[in-house]
């Protein structure tokens, strides 16, 4: 990017936490929390020295920060910890009763509702560890795990914490061929799967999945099966092994291994536009800690909620949201293995309203099917038991903020938008929901330890109202150490454009408003060139969702004669919108309207759906080719739906 972002910002709505939320919150004031921050930035060391003693260690660290070689950090050097010890055991004592996991199977019949105490979990973890350790896992090995959404797949990955393995779990939808080369890149020696898993009332056959990739990786001795829908798979003897079979008799015996504050936690992968994925590694104590403060701040949790976040644990949002930050506070976690939509759409609503769901977390691609689902949905339920919803993955834009904060938060509940990557661990900028009075669209301000700022490409920080690039300026603690066997790509791709003064570079786009505000404009890579004038994706897309008929949208640009970039619009439809050119004129009238000339798309393309990730991520790039004409290059192994694309390019011929 040569030159700043023209940000066209038209949000003026305000919404204060309610008297009564901030009365009982752990936070409670604009000063409080101002006052947290500028400690935690400007002494670093003595902020995190504090919080961390709310984790258990073995040993405490001789030093909280290592700076010294840059872009390495190491956090609590000397200090000996385990981030399963800190999930289970720790809590045994007091709470080891308490339902840490209940979890609900897509097909909802009587044994799909299990609940497992804290002090099951526990039992379960130290017999899973024990098979781990029997099959020739130790401290540093890597296991690959490749699961649907069932507790044991928490069991697995606190197993593997348990003894120092080092888990990389591998999202439940991916292929053989992306399977191949995560287990590859970590050479993982054994693999944990099942033999399906259920999809809207579909079996996604793993077993045969991993069966497949398994011809291709060598490092593979040994396989760990699941019995989770029973259909006939084929074991390969002396290799595979069903996880009944593997634990029958074994000991609930295990210690945790008293582990390096830095001992690698977990890799997990994350496609880059361009390239082999990229392996983001974890370490343990630093990465626990930004788990935990930030579920209990952020989420304002307390022991009798019923925490609800819908990620799947195959991305970082499972991760740190579904099991090591609510576990290490020792709260109850809902888990819910299948589709939003099955058998109805109200499925989630049901699951709220059974199980008194008073935290919910989900994305903004969901969030955006709910509303084209319709409103009739959630209010089949009774949802009372909410008290915070958040909300992760994207800009948020506004309409659908309004929505979730009135058919889903009944006006009462706080919205967290929380900005964060794989990369940053746990959320980085966000609101507190006692304290800060929120903006549609806006994830706020940064968490505690986080030097967030807004800055142009030579690194200085841009007045508010101009958007950058977004970078934090110094380490963190939940921050990734390295990309796994690539020190090389790590510092090209997140320290190298601001080398100079050793800020990490987002990758995303940022404003910061009037009131010091961030809004995320989208990754830089999608922003628009319009006659020169730099424009993100996600104003013009919430322009769009902004008309009654359209409820998701994403804007690309394509090469355009005289204007260099002109705006490309795939815009998906409410229920009872028709798709006529009165209406394309409509729609390009109305950006006009909000935002201006320069923004109003030249082409309006209608679409049942839109290309994304398998986390919900719109795939603009894939978009941009198709508004060019041209085909498709990179890595697609994260296209949720290869169909959509070839329907798109249908439509334009
Ligand atoms: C947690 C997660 C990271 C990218 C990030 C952004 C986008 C995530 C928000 C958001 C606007 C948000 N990890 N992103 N959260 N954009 N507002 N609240 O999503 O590694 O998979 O993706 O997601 O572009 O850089 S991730």
Redesign the pocket.
């Known amino acids: 990017m040569s030159k700043n972002i023209d940000s066209v910002l038209n949000e003026n709505r305000v919404f204060p936490p309610s008297e009564a939320f901030t009365a009982r919150a752990a936070l409670r004031t604009p000063e409080e929390y101002a006052r947290l921050h500028r400690w935690s930035v400007e002494q670093p060391e003595a902020f995190w020295a504090e919080q961390a003693e709310g984790l258990d260690w073995f040993r405490k660290w001789d030093r909280v920060r290592n700076w010294d070689n840059p872009p390495f950090a190491k956090w609590f050097e000397g200090g000996r910890i385990n981030a399963a010890f800190n999930c289970l055991d720790r809590h045994l004592a007091e709470r080891g009763d308490k339902v840490a996991i209940q979890w609900e199977g897509e097909p909802g019949t009587a044994e799909d509702r299990r609940a497992l105490t804290y002090r099951d979990l526990h039992r379960e973890v130290c017999v899973f560890a024990n098979v781990l350790k029997a099959r020739g896992v130790g401290k540093g090995d890597t296991v690959a795990i490749y699961m649907p959404l069932v507790p044991e797949l928490a069991i697995a990955m606190l197993a593997c914490a348990r003894i120092g393995a080092v888990h990389s779990i591998i999202f439940g939808g991916f292929s053989a061929p992306a399977l191949v080369d995560r287990i590859t890149d970590a050479s993982s020696k054994v693999v944990v799967t099942a033999d399906g898993g259920w999809r809207r009332g579909q079996v996604v056959p793993l077993k045969h999945i991993v069966d497949d990739a398994l011809k291709n990786t060598p490092t593979v001795t040994s396989c760990i099966v699941l019995k989770r829908t029973g259909q006939a798979v084929e074991m390969v003897p002396g290799r595979d092994v069903w996880w009944d079979a593997a634990t029958a008799g074994v000991s609930s015996e295990c210690p945790a291994e008293e582990l390096d504050a830095e001992h690698p936690l977990f890799i997990l992968y ?1 496609s880059g536009s361009t390239g082999k994925p990229k392996g983001i590694l974890h370490t343990t104590g630093g990465y626990l800690l930004g788990a935990q403060l930030t579920t209990r701040y952020v989420f304002d949790l307390r022991h009798e909620d019923v925490y609800w976040c819908t990620a799947d644990i195959g ?3 499972g991760h740190s949201y579904v099991v090591y930050g609510p576990l290490a506070n020792g709260a109850t976690v809902l888990m819910y293995e299948g589709a939003p939509n099955y058998p109805g759409p109200d499925r989630f609503w049901e699951i709220v309203a059974r199980y008194k769901v008073s935290i919910f977390y989900t994305a903004p691609t969901a969030i955006r099917a709910f509303i084209k689902w319709g409103d009739a949905e959630p209010a089949k339920h009774d949802l009372s038991s909410l008290r915070v919803l958040g ?6 834009n506004p309409e659908a903020w309004m929505w979730y904060h009135r058919v889903i938060g009944g006006e009462r509940c706080p919205i967290v ?7 940053t661990g746990s959320i980085a ?1 966000t609101p507190l929901p006692g304290i800060t009075p929120t903006k549609p669209g806006s ?1 706020t301000f940064p968490f505690f330890g986080i030097d967030a700022a807004v800055v142009d490409d030579k690194g200085n920080e841009l007045p508010n109202g101009q958007g950058g690039f977004l970078v934090i300026r110094q380490p963190w603690p939940s921050m990734l150490r390295t990309l796994w066997g690539d020190d090389e790509r790590f510092r090209d791709v997140y320290w190298k454009r601001f080398a100079e003064q050793g800020y990490y570079l ?3 786009g940022a404003v910061r408003d009037q009131d010091g505000y961030f809004w ?1 404009l ?2 830089i890579d999608d922003v628009l060139n319009v006659s020169g004038h730099r424009l993100s994706t ?1 104003e013009v897309e919430s322009a769009l969702v902004g008309h009654d008929a359209v409820v998701e949208a994403a804007v690309v640009g394509f090469n355009h004669e005289i204007k260099g970039e002109g705006v490309a619009a795939f815009v998906t439809l409410g229920v009872g919108a028709v798709k006529t050119d009165a209406l394309k004129d409509l729609l390009k009238r109305h950006v006009r309207d909000t935002i201006g000339a320069i923004a109003a798309p030249d082409q309006i393309h209608f679409t049942d759906s839109l290309p994304k990730t398998r ?1 919900g ?1 719109i795939m603009r790039r894939l978009l941009r080719d198709v508004a060019n004409g041209v085909e498709s290059k990179g890595d697609m192994s994260t296209l949720e739906d290869l169909n959509i694309l070839a329907k798109l390019r249908e439509e334009e011929d």
């Open positions: 994350t991305w970082v949002t909300s992760v993955g994207e800009p948020i938008d929380t900005w964060w990557q794989t990369e900028i994830a987002a990758g995303d995320i989208g990754r996600m986390s991520k």
